[in-house]
C-alpha cells in the first residue's frame, strides 16, 4: 500500500490513540474515495434490472434535472481535472504515487455513470431516486474527514501544500453537497403516463425516496385526522397493484394453473394403471377404477402452491429487509461493550464516547427504516392475500354446485370469508420469525459464548427443554382454538334463529329453554378460553399457534375451492327440435350426485310460446322440475335444451339491498316506457304511491320493508323486464291476494298476458287459471304422472280430475273474494296500518304511515353492519303487523346511539363499566401485581450491576453465594408474580365477559316485541358475535400488553434517571413530542379502523345476498357484473384498510426516534458524567433504553386498540339495559294449575295501541265467548284482527280495560303462566334447526307415544317414520329442509301437544295446496272439539259452520252473532260472503 500512495497507509497514533484524531492521506485517497464509488457499481446491475421493468412514460427535462445534470459534468470534470494535473506533474518529472491516477479516474467515471444515471432514471420516469440520494450522501459522508483534515493539516503549517488538489477538492465537497440537496426533491410525474382520473390518488405513489422511506407522505393524513374525524372521502383511492382487478386476475390464473397440472398428473397415473390392469386376464377395469379412486382422495391441487407463486416474490423483498435487521440489532449490544470498557478506562480520549453514542444513534435509526419497510411489504402482502382470497371465494360461490353449497351454512361459507382470510393476513407477519428467530437465537448464542464461554450451555439447555413444552402448549391452544370456533359458531347460529323467530317463542313461552340452550354453549366456550387462558400464561409462545391455525384455514379455504362446479353444459342452449323452446328426454336429476334422485324418467316437449302450468302435492318435485331446466340440478342421465335467454321467478323471492327500481332492472339500461308497462301490468303502481321515496325506495336486505306479495310482484317485474325468451315462473302467485293473482294471471302470465308468444312455465297451486293454459303437466313423486291440456285430463278421469272435481268448487268461492283476503295491494296497510287501522281520509295518519316506511328503509340501510347477518333469515313475509310504526324521536334517539360511539375518544365511564364487570378490587391488585413485578425485576438488575461493580481480590469475588442467592430469590419472584397476574387477568377477562353476556342474553328475552321490530336482526347478532368476540378474546391480551408495555416504560425512565439524572432535563421534550405523535396517531388510526370496520360487512351482505340469490344470477346471466360489484366492495374497505398500516408505520418510525433519541442521550449523559459513574449502571441504563424503543411503540399502539376495542362494552351494556316487558313468573299471583278448565273468555272496555303516541288499534272492545265456542274473526285488512290475538297472549299490552280468562284477569299474572296455556298456531311456521322433537317438545315434558300421536294427526307420520332417523331427524336452519307446506303441519303438531283449553289459529292458506288444508281443518274440527277456538279467517268456506263470528271493523266491534243470522241481517259480513260466493 505504501508504494501505491507513496506514505504510511494507517497510523494508530494519529488515527486513534489522540485527542484530536485524524486520517493518513493515504486512507483518505483510497478508501474513504471509493466507499461511493464500489457502492454504486455493486448497485448497478440490479437497479438497470428494475428500471426496465418499471414503465411509466418518461419526465419532461426539467431545471431540476438539468441542473443536476450540469452538476454532475461538472463533478466529472473536477475529478478529471486532478487526473490531469497528474500527468502534468509527471511530464514536470516528478514522482507521482499510483493512486493520483487510479483515484480522479475511479471518481470521474463514477460521478459521470451516476450524471447518466440521472438522465436514463428520467426517461424510465422515476421521479426520485434513492439509488443516487444513499450515493451523493455516501460521498458528501467520506469527503467530511477530508475536508476537516485539509484544514487542520494548513492550519498547523501555517501554508497550503498542494494548491491545485486543494481547491480542486473543495470544489468538488461543495458540488457533492448541492447535488445531494437536489436529489431529495422529486420530478414533476411522467408525461404520457396513463391519465390518471383519480378525484384522490395516493401521494405514497407520486413521493420522493426519503418521504417514502420515513412514511412523511402519510403526514396530510395524520394531520386531517387530528383536526377532524375522517370520513370516506379523506380515504386515497388504491394503488392500482393493490385492487382486486389486478390480484385475483393473477391468483385465479395461478390456481387455474395448478389444477390443469394436477388434472395432467391424474391422467397420467390413471393412463399407466389401467393399462397395467389390461394386460391381465380378468377383471381389470373395475380394479383399476378402485385404484385410480384411492389416488383421488390422496392430493388436490395445492391452494397454497398458487398463493406462493402468486405472492412470493414481493414478500420476499420483505424478507431481505428483514435479515438486514437481524443482522443490525446485534451491532448495538456490541457497541454497548465498547461503551462500557470505554467507562472502566479513564484516560480514553473523550471523543471515543462521543463516537459511540453517534454510531448507536445511526445504528438505531437504521434499524427503525428498515424494519418499517419490512413491515410495510408483510402487511401489503397480507392485504393482498385477503383481496385475493376473498375474489376467489365470491367467484367460487357463483358456480358451485347445490350438494356442495348444502355442505356448508352460508354462514360458514361467509366465514370463510371473513376469519379465515383474516388469518392469513395475520399468518404473514410471522412467516418470516420462522427463519428471523432461530437465526437471532443462533448469533445470540454465538456473541454469548464469545463472553461467557461454556457457560452459556446452561441457558441453552433450558430453551432446548422449553420448545416440546411450548410445542405441546400450542398444539394443545391450537385444539382449544379449533374447539372454541366451534362452540363460538353454534352460539351465534342459534341466536340468530332466536332472534328471526323470537316472536313464536314469545307466544309459545318457549324462552328458558332456549336460554338455557344458549348459556351452556356459552359456559362450554368459557370452559375453553379459560384453558387456553392458563395455557397462555404459562407459555410465552403464544403465536407459535399462528401458523397451525392458518393450515386449518388453509384446509377449510381449499376444500370449498375444490368443491364441484355445476357443469355450464348440461343444459344445451344452442341446438334444439325445431319449434320446441324446451325438450327434455329420459331426464334423470338429483340435488347431488350422491342423493337419490327427486325426478326421474322426465319426458317433456314444450312448444315455443307456449304456456305450461305444473301442478302436484307439496314437495312431488315442481320447483325441482324448474331448477332442472336451469342447470342447477346433477343430471344423472338424459338431455335438456332450453333455447334462448332464460327469466326466472323462484318460489321465494331473491331481493337485493338496492333501490326497487334496480331490482327491477337488473343490470338492464333504463327504458322508461317499457318500465312503466312492467309495473302496470304487475300491479306494482298503488305500491309505488305508497313506498317513501317511490321506486327509488332503499329496499332492506331480504326486502325487508316489503310484504311478502310485494316482494313476488317484484321478482316478476324483474323477470317481465328482462324480455327473455323463456320463463321459468316457480309459484308466483302463491304469495299474493287472489284478486291480484288474477290481475297478474291476466295482465302478464296469461294468454293475453305481457309475455304472450313466450315459451312460460309456470308451477302453481291454483287451479282457477288451469282452464286457460296450453298444457298442464302432473308430478306425482317425481315422476310426470300425466299430461295434456285442462279438457284432456279432465276426460282421463285419473287422479287429476279427481283433485280438481273436489277443488273446483272452493276456488269459486274463492275467486272473487277481494276484500276477503289480507290485501296487498297497499302495502301501507300490510306493515302499518294494521297497527294504526287508519282511515283513509285522515291525512295525519296518512303522513305517520308515510314517515314509518321512510324510517324503516332507513334502519334498513343503517344496519349494514353486521359481519353475520348473513344467515339471518328474517320472515318479513308476515302479513300480520309485524312492523309498527316508530314515532319521530324513537328514530332520532337510534340515530345519535350510533353517532355517539363513532366518533371522538372514548368516555372514561366505559372503562369503568368494564372495570366493574371484572370487579374493582381484582383491577387494583392486577396493577399492584405489576408494580411488585417490575419493581422486582428492576431489583435483580441493579443487584446484577452492583455485583459487576465489586473488586476482584485474588481472581474472585467475595460472598458469591450470598449475591447469587439474592439474584435468584428475586428472579423467581418475578417469575411468580408474571405468572399470578397475568392468571388474575385472564380470570378477571373471563368473569367479565361471563356477566356482560349474562346480561345482554338475560335482557334480550326480556325485551318486548317492538323492539325486535324496529332493530335489524343483524345489528343485535352483531352484538353477541363481534362485540362478544372482542371482549373474550381481544380486550384482555390487549389489556396485559399495554400494562406490560406502561409499566416498562415507566421502568426504563426510572432507572436512566437514577443513574444519570442529567436525563430529566430531556425527558420533558422527549415526552411532549412522544404525546403529540401519540394523540395524532390514535386520532387517526381510531377513525380509519372504524371506517374499515364500516365497509367491511357490505362486502360479508353482498356475498350472503350472492349465495342466496345465485341462482336468480345465473339464470340472467349477470355473474360477471356481480364479480364487479363485489371487487368493488373489498376495493372499498381495503382503501381504508391501507392508510391503516400506514398509520402504524408512519407512528413506529416516530415513536421509535423518539427512543433512539433515549438511547442516544442515555450514552451521551453517560460519556459526559464518565468520571462520577461506575461501570454497572451505566451498562444497566443504556441497555434498559435499548429496550425502551419497542415498548414505546406498543404502548401508543395498545393505547389506540384499548380505546378501539372498549367500544364494544359501550355496545353491549346499552343493549343490556333496553325496557323489558312483564315478569315471567309472578310467584304470589301464580293461576291453579288446571287453568283454564273452561275456556271462557271476556274482553272489558279493551283497547290498546302499538306503542306510546299512536292511535288505539282496538277501542273499547267488550265480548264475551263461553267456554268450547268456535268464533271466526274476519274483518278487512287493518281492521285489528291480529291485534285481538296479540292481546290475549300480552305481546301488546292494554291501554284501557281488561282481558278475563275464566275470570283470571290475564294482566295480573306472570306472562308464562298465561302463554304457556293458550297455544296458537301462526301464520308463517318458524321452526328451528334442532331435531324434530326439539321443536316439537324443546322442554321434554311429552312421551314418545304422544308425540307420534300429534305427528299422526298432523298427518306428518309417514314422512317422519319414512326418515331413517325418526324423531330426531335434524332440522336445518329455519327450517329450509322441509317444504313449506309441512312446516305448517309441525306448527299443527305443536298445538295437538299443548292441547290447552283455547286455541288461535292464524290462518295460513298460501303455502298448502287445497287437500293439506282441508286436513288441518277436519283436525282442528275433530281435535279441539271442546276447546274455546278462534280462528281469524281469511277464506270465509272454513267458519261458515262456527258458533259465532266476529266482525271487526277500524278495532270496534261491527257485528257479532252466528253466521246464519249475519246473513240474514245483511250487514258487512252479508256483503262480503256475497262477494265470496257464499250468499
Known amino acids: 500500500m505504501e508504494a501505491f500512495c507513496g506514505s504510511r497507509f494507517w497510523d494508530p497514533n494519529i488515527s486513534i490513540h489522540t485527542d484530536n484524531p485524524d486520517l493518513t492521506p493515504c486512507f483518505q485517497n483510497t478508501i474513504l474515495a471509493w466507499i461511493p464509488s464500489i457502492y454504486l457499481w455493486t448497485a448497478l446491475p440490479f437497479y438497470l434490472l428494475y428500471l426496465k421493468h418499471y414503465k411509466r412514460g418518461y419526465i419532461i427535462l426539467s431545471m431540476l434535472s438539468r441542473f443536476k445534470t450540469v452538476l454532475g459534468v461538472l463533478l466529472w470534470g473536477v475529478s478529471w481535472a486532478d487526473l490531469f494535473y497528474s500527468f502534468h506533474e509527471v511530464l514536470q518529472s516528478r514522482t507521482v504515487p499510483p493512486v493520483y491516477f487510479v483515484t480522479p479516474l475511479v471518481v470521474g467515471i463514477t460521478v459521470l455513470l451516476a450524471t447518466l444515471l440521472i438522465q436514463y432514471e428520467r426517461l424510465r420516469g422515476v421521479q426520485s431516486s434513492g439509488v443516487l440520494i444513499i450515493f451523493w450522501f455516501l460521498s458528501v459522508l467520506c469527503a467530511v474527514g477530508p475536508f476537516r483534515s485539509k484544514i487542520m493539516t494548513t492550519t498547523a503549517q501555517g501554508h497550503v501544500n498542494d494548491r491545485f488538489r486543494f481547491t480542486t477538492f473543495y470544489i468538488y465537497f461543495a458540488l457533492i453537497i448541492i447535488e445531494l440537496i437536489l436529489s431529495c426533491f422529486k420530478e414533476k410525474p411522467p408525461f404520457f403516463s396513463p391519465v390518471n382520473t383519480d378525484p384522490n390518488p395516493c401521494p405514497e405513489f407520486t413521493s420522493g425516496f426519503l418521504s417514502r422511506l420515513t412514511f412523511w407522505w402519510f403526514t396530510s393524513m395524520a394531520i386531517l385526522g387530528y383536526k377532524r374525524p375522517l370520513e370516506d372521502k379523506d380515504l386515497w383511492s388504491l394503488n392500482e397493484d393493490d385492487t382486486s382487478k389486478i390480484i385475483v386476475q393473477q391468483l385465479s390464473k395461478e390456481w387455474d394453473r395448478e389444477k390443469a397440472e394436477w388434472k395432467q398428473k391424474e391422467d397420467v397415473t390413471y393412463m399407466k394403471k389401467s393399462n397395467h390392469m389390461l394386460n391381465h386376464v380378468g377383471n381389470g377395469p373395475e380394479e383399476a377404477e378402485v385404484l385410480i379412486r384411492d389416488k383421488k382422495h390422496s392430493r388436490k391441487p395445492s391452494f397454497l402452491k398458487a398463493l406462493l407463486r402468486t405472492f412470493g416474490p414481493y414478500f420476499l423483498i420483505g424478507s431481505f429487509f428483514k435479515l438486514i435487521q437481524d443482522l443490525l440489532s446485534f451491532v448495538n449490544p456490541q457497541l454497548l461493550s465498547v461503551l ?27 434499524q427503525t427504516l428498515i424494519l418499517h419497510q419490512h413491515f410495510q411489504y408483510c402487511f401489503v402482502t397480507g392485504m393482498r392475500l385477503r383481496t385475493g382470497i376473498i375474489g376467489m371465494i365470491y367467484r367460487k360461490s357463483l358456480v358451485i354446485t347445490n350438494s356442495a353449497k348444502r355442505l356448508s351454512t352460508v354462514g360458514e361459507i361467509v366465514n370463510l370469508m371473513s376469519v379465515d382470510a383474516q388469518r392469513f393476513m395475520d399468518l404473514v407477519t410471522f412467516l418470516n420469525m420462522l427463519w428471523s428467530a432461530p437465526l437471532q437465537i443462533f448469533l445470540a448464542l454465538y456473541f454469548l459464548w464469545q463472553t ?15 420448545i416440546p413444552c411450548n410445542a405441546a402448549i400450542a398444539m394443545k391452544t391450537r385444539a382449544f382454538q379449533v374447539e372454541q370456533m366451534r362452540h363460538k359458531d353454534s352460539r351465534i347460529k342459534l341466536m340468530n334463529e332466536i332472534l328471526s323467530g323470537i316472536k313464536v317463542l314469545k307466544l309459545y313461552a318457549w324462552e328458558p329453554s332456549f336460554s338455557a340452550k344458549v348459556l351452556e354453549i356459552r359456559k362450554n366456550e368459557l370452559r375453553v378460553l379459560k384453558k387456553s387462558a392458563y395455557l397462555n400464561s ?35 342452449t344452442k341446438a334444439i327440435a325445431p319449434g320446441y323452446a324446451i325438450t327434455v328426454t329420459n331426464g334423470m336429476f338429483s340435488w347431488g350426485k350422491e342423493l337419490k334422485p327427486s325426478l326421474k324418467d322426465i319426458n317433456l316437449l314444450v312448444p315455443s310460446g307456449s304456456l305450461v302450468a305444473v301442478v302436484g302435492h307439496v314437495g312431488c318435485g315442481k320447483s325441482s322440475l324448474v331448477s332442472a331446466l336451469l342447470g342447477e340440478m346433477e343430471k344423472l342421465e338424459g338431455e335438456v335444451a332450453v333455447k334462448g335467454s332464460v327469466a326466472y321467478v323462484p318460489q321465494q323471492a331473491w331481493i337485493q339491498n338496492a333501490t326497487l327500481k334496480d331490482n327491477i332492472l337488473f343490470g338492464h339500461a333504463p327504458n322508461e316506457q317499457k318500465y312503466q308497462n312492467v309495473l302496470e301490468a304487475c300491479a306494482l303502481k298503488t305500491d309505488l304511491e305508497v313506498l317513501p321515496g317511490g321506486d327509488q325506495t332503499e329496499i332492506g336486505e331480504k326486502g325487508i320493508n316489503l310484504s311478502g306479495g310485494q316482494r313476488q310482484r317484484v321478482s316478476l317485474a324483474r323477470a317481465v323486464f328482462s324480455n327473455s325468451d323463456v320463463y321459468l315462473l316457480d309459484d308466483p302467485l302463491s304469495a299474493v291476494d287472489s284478486h291480484v293473482a ?112 321512510r324510517q324503516l328503509s332507513v334502519i334498513s340501510s343503517e344496519g349494514g353492519e353486521c359481519p353475520n347477518k348473513m344467515s339471518t333469515r328474517r320472515r318479513v313475509c308476515e302479513k300480520k303487523p309485524a312492523e309498527p310504526p316508530l314515532p319521530r324521536k324513537n328514530h332520532n334517539e337510534k340515530l345519535t346511539q350510533a353517532e355517539s360511539s363513532e366518533t371522538g375518544t372514548v368516555k372514561l365511564t366505559v372503562f369503568w363499566q368494564y372495570v366493574k364487570a371484572v370487579s374493582p378490587i381484582i383491577s387494583l391488585v392486577i396493577c399492584f401485581l405489576y408494580c411488585c413485578q417490575n419493581a422486582a425485576a428492576i431489583g435483580a438488575n441493579v443487584w446484577l450491576s452492583d455485583w459487576t461493580n465489586e473488586p476482584v481480590i485474588n481472581g474472585t469475588q467475595h460472598n458469591t453465594t450470598m449475591r447469587i442467592g439474592v439474584y435468584a430469590a428475586l428472579g423467581l419472584l418475578q417469575g411468580t408474580l408474571v405468572l399470578i397476574s397475568s392468571f388474575t387477568l385472564a380470570m378477571g377477562g373471563i368473569n367479565a365477559a361471563r356477566t356482560l353476556h349474562a346480561g345482554l342474553l338475560e335482557n334480550k328475552f326480556h325485551t318486548p316485541q317492538s323492539f325486535y321490530d324496529t332493530t335489524p336482526t343483524g345489528r343485535i347478532i352483531n352484538r353477541f358475535s363481534k362485540d362478544i368476540y372482542v371482549i373474550d378474546e381481544v380486550i384482555p391480551p390487549t389489556i396485559l400488553m399495554f400494562l406490560g408495555t406502561f409499566f416498562t416504560s415507566l421502568s426504563t425512565m426510572i432507572v436512566i434517571i437514577a443513574s444519570t439524572p442529567l436525563f430529566a432535563v430531556v425527558i420533558v421534550p422527549l415526552a411532549i413530542l412522544y404525546f403529540f405523535v401519540q394523540r395524532f396517531y390514535v386520532a387517526t388510526s381510531r377513525q380509519l379502523k372504524r371506517l374499515e370496520s364500516v365497509s367491511r360487512s357490505p362486502i360479508y351482505s353482498h356475498f350472503s345476498e350472492t349465495i342466496t340469490g345465485a341462482s336468480v344470477i345465473r339464470a340472467y346471466r349477470r355473474e360477471k357484473s356481480f364479480v364487479d360489484i363485489s371487487d368493488l366492495k373489498v376495493d372499498e374497505n381495503q382503501k381504508s384498510y391501507y392508510p391503516g398500516i400506514v398509520s402504524n408505520r408512519w407512528l413506529g418510525i416516530r415513536v421509535e426516534f423518539v427512543g433512539n433519541c433515549v438511547v442516544l442521550f442515555a450514552a451521551l449523559f453517560a460519556v459526559i458524567g464518565k468520571n462520577s459513574l461506575n461501570a454497572g449502571l451505566v451498562g444497566l441504563s443504556v441497555s434498559y433504553a435499548l429496550q425502551v424503543t419497542m415498548s414505546l411503540n406498543w404502548m401508543v399502539r395498545m393505547t389506540s386498540d384499548l ?42 272496555n279493551y283497547s290498546v295501541r302499538y306503542r306510546k303516541g299512536l292511535d288505539l288499534v282496538l277501542q273499547d272492545l267488550n265480548l264475551q265467548v263461553h267456554g268450547g265456542e268456535k268464533i271466526g274473526i274476519v274483518g278487512r285488512t287493518g281492521a285489528g284482527k291480529s291485534s285481538m290475538t296479540l292481546c290475549l297472549f300480552r305481546i301488546l299490552e292494554a291501554v284501557k280495560g281488561e282481558i278475563k280468562i275464566d275470570g283470571v284477569k290475564i294482566a295480573d299474572i306472570g306472562l308464562h303462566d298465561l302463554r304457556s296455556k293458550l297455544t296458537i298456531i301462526p301464520q308463517d311456521p318458524v321452526l328451528f334447526s334442532g331435531t324434530l322433537r326439539m321443536n316439537l317438545d324443546p322442554f321434554n315434558k ?47 303438531a305443536r298445538a295437538l301437544l299443548r292441547k290447552t283449553r283455547v286455541l288461535v289459529l292464524d290462518e295460513a292458506t298460501a ?16 281435535q279441539f272439539e271442546d276447546c274455546t277456538v278462534l280462528t281469524i279467517a281469511h277464506r270465509l268456506n272454513t267458519i261458515m259452520d262456527y258458533t259465532r263470528v266476529l266482525v271487526l271493523d277500524k278495532g270496534t266491534i261491527a257485528e257479532f252473532d252466528t253466521p246464519a243470522s249475519l246473513i240474514a241481517s245483511k250487514g258487512i259480513f252479508y256483503s262480503m260472503a256475497k262477494d265470496a260466493g257464499l250468499a
Request: with cysteine; proline share 4%.
Open 1342 to 1388: 311429552y312421551s314418545d307415544e304422544e308425540i307420534w300421536k300429534a305427528l299422526e294427526l298432523s298427518h306428518l307420520k309417514r314422512f317422519v317414520s319414512s326418515q331413517p332417523s325418526m324423531l330426531d331427524y335434524e332440522c336445518s336452519e329455519g327450517g329450509e329442509n322441509l317444504s313449506v307446506g309441512q312446516r305448517q303441519l309441525v306448527c299443527l
Open 742 to 853: 288474477k290481475h297478474i294471471f291476466d295482465q302478464v302470465i296469461g294468454p293475453d298476458g305481457v309475455l304472450k308468444g313466450k315459451t312460460r312455465i309456470l308451477v302453481t297451486h291454483g287451479i282457477s287459471f288451469l282452464p286457460q293454459v296450453d298444457h298442464i303437466v302432473v308430478l306425482v313423486d317425481g315422476k310426470v304422472s300425466e299430461m295434456g291440456s285442462y279438457q284432456d285430463l279432465l276426460k282421463q278421469n285419473k287422479a287429476f280430475s279427481e283433485f280438481l272435481r273436489n277443488y273446483a268448487l272452493d276456488e269459486d268461492i274463492e275467486e272473487d273474494e277481494p276484500t276477503m283476503e289480507e290485501e296487498e295491494v297497499l302495502l301501507a296497510e300490510d306493515t302499518v296500518s294494521i297497527h294504526t287501522d287508519l282511515a283513509d281520509n285522515e291525512p295525519v295518519s296518512n303522513e305517520v304511515r308515510k314517515q314509518f316506511l
Open 538 to 572: 404459562l407459555s410465552t409462545f403464544a403465536w407459535v399457534s399462528a401458523p397451525f391455525l392458518t393450515s386449518v384455514s388453509l384446509k377449510r379455504i381449499q376444500q370449498f375451492l375444490n368443491h364441484d362446479e355445476l357443469d355450464p353444459d348440461c343444459v344445451e
Open 1203 to 1244: 380505546e378501539t376495542n372498549i367500544v364494544a362494552v359501550e355496545r353491549i351494556k346499552e343493549y343490556s339495559e333496553t325496557e323489558t316487558e312483564a315478569p315471567w313468573i309472578i310467584e304470589d299471583r301464580r293461576p291453579p294449575e288446571d287453568w283454564p278448565s273452561k275456556g271462557e273468555l271476556e274482553f272489558v
Open 1407 to 1422: 303455502a298448502i295446496d287445497l287437500e293439506t288444508d282441508d286436513l288441518i281443518q277436519m283436525t282442528i274440527r275433530t
Open 340 to 366: 462500557i470498557n470505554f467507562i472502566k478506562n479513564k484516560d480514553a480520549p473523550a471523543w471515543w464516547g462521543f463516537l459511540i453514542a453517534a454510531l448507536m444513534f445511526t445504528c438505531a435509526v437504521l
Open 452 to 466: 461467557l464461554g461454556p457457560s452459556v450451555l446452561a441457558g441453552v439447555a433450558v430453551m432446548v427443554l422449553l
